[in-house]
């Protein structure tokens, strides 16, 4: 296994809209990239990661809210069925580091998906998960959750983040 580099707002690459997974596509190198993916996740540490934040241009995203990394969750090709309700909750990302921002989204959710051997499933669920499986599925339409506040807001993050960027290379 391999951790994978993080692609960092404001990476024009985060704004990639992710290819569907196709049938011809669940080969092994498939199964190392969500390997891979899970090592880097749970490194970070994260609660999820998008394809498009390792520069994986597929729809799939990798997900695991316990506390003891023991329900990884897979989705590929992943769509969201139905939204119910609103609610607001503090998100922050692995491609920005530091940051945190409320935002508001559907507080349940219904979602289909393939599994990593390409079995469909489906999850509904009112729980925290919904929030992520938001989160995680706006990266595959290249959207990031910073998307949802204020211009003004969005600035003072990308300003943050280009130095920790600029300091980070001088360092390096
Ligand atoms: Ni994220």
Redesign the pocket.
Known sequence: MAILEILEYPDPRLRTKAQEIQPEDFTEALQQQIDDMFETMYAAPGI?L?AT?VNYHKRLFVIDISEDKSEPLVFINPEILEKRDLETNEEG???FPGVYAKVERAKGIKVKALDRHGEPFEIDTDEFLAIVIQ??ND?INGK??VDYLSPLKQRRIRSMLEKQQKKRQKAG
């Open positions: 999820g998008a934040q990302c692995l491609s989160h995680e990266h990031v959750f």
